[in-house]
DNA sequence: GCCAATTGAATTTTTTACAACTAAATTGCC
DNA sequence: GGCAATTTAGTTGTAAAAAATTCAATTGGC
């Protein structure tokens, strides 16, 4: 039997495989919800950080996402268009990019209540589990060799 | 204060969100690690079902995969040109398109192997945290509703 | 046998990731 | 103190991935 030699390239085990198919099938289901918003999920979590925060550079936002700017500027930029957000230049820093929610914005947070409702029957875990998972999530995050 | 009604739109009450950073944290690091097989992720999770099977059609695969015939297609037919594996239509039904790896594709397998033995510093978590974290995102899968 | 509904895959479009580039600010050397 | 080199911030362009749409073949009901 081959097996053995070839065990760790097997789909079934390995831990990356169910973490990008649960993601993105989480994400899917978020999908619907989004809609009623005009939101993608990458937009909606950049919201929750405005919501939280109200005026972040596009560095300070990148990390709290996990996002780089190459990735966030077209973001920003459809949701500037939406009415969601202010984009405007530090006039301490030229090369910082000042994002500052807008009234519009705000407004938005009370109708995205929906969402989390919606989701909540998606995962299916217990709060225990829900809270193991989380920590174990973390615990990869915050472990991991920077690049 | 505001802060108890807007709890469940705040990033740090998430679960979906370290979920998705981890995925495409891990994915990130899964690169170089690719690049040197010139392979992205997708196209090296579909070597390793047809490692497995040698011969599927875009159905089964895209099943096993979680992944649907509008991804699958292009992924397949990068795969094909790079000569791992060949596209055929079933003569039994035209619709089906059979997939089956070539000795080129097989051969990749060895080389493949450098690849989870480098991954391996990335996810640093104990063999039985690696085992709950399995579990649970296996449990999340079986447990969502169908789209 | 014909038409509607379903299934399977390809195509197109949108979104996201990444690399290369540009501009501004800071550092450091003379 | 002024200029070159480096660092930092963001944008633009390109490639990959995901979602939506389209098209073709088959199945099932009448």
Redesign the interface.
Known sequence: MEGQ??E????KN?????????????????KPLLDRLDLT?TQY?TM??L??HTRMNVKELGS???LDSGTLTPVLKKLENKGYLKRSRSREDERNLIVTITDKGREL?TQ??E???G?A?????SPE??D???T??????D???S?
Chains 1, 2 share one sequence.
């Open positions: 030699e070839f760790c390239l097997k789909l390995q831990i990356c495989f169910p973490l990008y198919v649960c993601s993105k099938e989480i994400i899917r289901r978020y999920y979590i929750m950080v919501w939280e709290c996402l996990y947070r995205a209540l969402v989390p409702s989701m029957c998606v995962v299916h875990l589990e829900a193991t998972l989380y174990l999530l973390y615990k990869i995050l472990g991991m060799p690049v």
